[in-house]
């Protein structure tokens, strides 16, 4: 069975600074990949997907994120933080019966 | 707006009672997906509707249960209900390899 692994529960960072979060996922075959970002009280919202092709795939408000095929990850960049971008966000891995399979989420936090 | 709607916003309730989740999917997608979110589980998946038909279950207690109905809304009955069902419950739709979530119903059980 398919399981993500998001290591850090919790980031934080300064406005204007780079982020990263990390994602590891296990999967028999080739995996269609997500993140989701949740703000406080919110559904989820999609902010990129990878399905194929290139590996840097870019998405909404700026993120983009590298599949790794040889490292089993998926990580979520974005060069400039703000601080609407304080959420919890979550990767996940889509089975191709489109069920996903979820990460633990990573919070978030910026500091001004 | 993802144009998934769920009702009700909010349920509470206690031990022991049954309650009915709602879930309309985006015009046009036939496909409804159920999921949990907890504090100590996660995020997981229960159920998966195609056009009325069950598709796929995922960790989904017997105690639970749903169905779509002709109009593809479909409804989550959750039945028994546990201090530990407190959750938030969340509906999908899917437009091609995406899905779209709906608000989702925060069920409190005291």
């Known amino acids: 069975a398919q399981s993500v692994t998001q290591p850090d529960i919790h980031i934080t960072v300064s406005e204007g600074a780079s982020l990263e979060l990390r994602c590891n996922y296990s999967y028999g075959a080739t995996p269609y990949l997500f993140w989701y970002v949740q703000s406080p009280g919110q559904g989820l919202q999609l902010l990129l997907k990878?399905?194929?092709?290139?590996?840097l795939v870019q998405g909404i408000k700026g993120f983009e994120a590298e599949f790794k095929r040889s490292q089993s990850s998926f990580n979520l960049r974005k060069p400039s933080v703000h601080w609407s971008d304080a959420a919890e966000y979550f990767c996940a891995v889509d089975d191709a019966g489109n069920m996903l399979t979820f990460g633990g989420g990573t919070r978030l936090m910026v500091k001004p | 707006d993802s144009g998934v709607t769920q009702t009700p916003k909010h349920l509470i309730t206690a031990t022991g009672q049954r309650v009915t989740l709602r879930c309309s999917p985006r015009?046009?997608?036939?496909?409804v997906y159920w999921y949990q979110q907890s504090l100590d589980q996660g995020l997981q998946f229960l159920i998966h509707y195609y056009n009325g038909e069950e598709r796929a279950k995922g960790n989904i207690l017997e105690r639970f249960s749903a169905q779509q109905f002709p109009d593809l809304h479909s409804e989550l009955n959750l039945s028994s209900l546990e201090l530990g069902d407190s959750a938030l419950y969340f509906c999908?739709?899917?437009?091609?390899?995406?899905?779209?979530f709906g608000p989702g119903t925060r069920l409190t059980v005291l």
């Open positions: 015009s046009g997608d036939l496909s």
């Open positions: 990878y399905f194929s092709g290139d590996t």
């Open positions: 999908a739709s899917t437009s091609g390899d995406e899905q779209f």
